[in-house]
């Protein structure tokens, strides 16, 4: 089980777009359709914001969607805000409800 | 409302003993995979296992086995993590959370901040 692979960082500017991209393998982003991301402020608990893919918690701005082709899957986020400048970690389901991670990503809101 | 509650921040030595403890209100304790998450200063998260309290059926990461037990009292619906031998390396910020059975963490606890030095 290694670490899913994400882009050390990305920035866009307020009202922009920006894509985290997160490849794995086919033992597990590529074969489910069970990735999760997640945003995580300094000194916070991880947040939940999408499932499945591409499925949105209550309470989560429809500006934040999830995708996947083949073995990699993407978080974008629209309408860039100041308040989404935060570390993104996917993960995937790997069989026997264990997980993995991405590395994670640092956005940066210029 | 769904709550993890996990205990107070620690600070061992090398060698010594730890047991970390998550409890979980507002929601069925026996009916979700509970797991721990750690988080190494300035780094990502990792996944280390799960446990599903109703049976104690209990999953590992490779990375994890053998280093860290996770176990349940389904009795006072909490969660624990313990090391019988802690090493520096062992040092980090550590999240209970509740998993889906496709893996998603819709619930975290605070975290749990384990310092090990000499």
């Known amino acids: 089980q290694s670490a899913l692979t994400q882009p050390r960082s990305v920035s866009g500017s307020p009202g922009q777009s920006v894509t985290i991209s997160c490849t794995g393998t086919?033992?597990?982003?590529?074969?489910?359709?069970?990735v999760s991301w997640y945003q995580q402020h300094p000194g916070k608990a991880p947040k939940l914001m999408i499932y499945d893919v591409s499925k949105r918690p209550s309470g989560v701005p429809d500006r934040f969607s999830g995708s996947k082709s083949g073995n990699t899957a993407s978080l974008t986020i629209s309408g860039l805000q100041a308040e989404d400048e935060a570390d993104y970690y996917c993960s995937s389901y790997a069989g026997s409800y264990t997980v993995v991670f991405g590395g994670g990503t640092k956005l940066t809101v210029l | 409302e769904v709550q993890l509650v996990q205990s107070g921040a620690e600070v061992k030595k090398p060698g010594e003993s730890l047991k970390i403890s998550c409890k979980g209100s507002?929601?069925?304790?026996?009916?979700?995979?509970i797991g721990w998450v750690r988080q190494m200063p300035g780094k990502g998260l990792e996944w280390m296992g799960i446990?599903?309290?109703?049976?104690?059926?209990?999953r590992y990461s490779p990375s994890f086995q053998g280093q860290v037990t996770i176990s349940a009292d389904k009795s006072i619906s909490t969660a624990y993590l313990q090391w019988s031998s802690l090493k520096a390396s062992d040092t980090a910020m550590y999240y209970c959370a509740r998993q889906g059975d496709s893996g998603y963490v819709d619930y975290w606890g605070q975290g749990t901040l384990v310092t090990v030095s000499s």
């Open positions: 507002g929601y069925s304790f026996t009916s979700y995979w």
């Open positions: 446990i599903y309290p109703g049976d104690s059926d209990t």
């Open positions: 086919s033992s597990d982003v590529g074969g489910y359709n069970y």
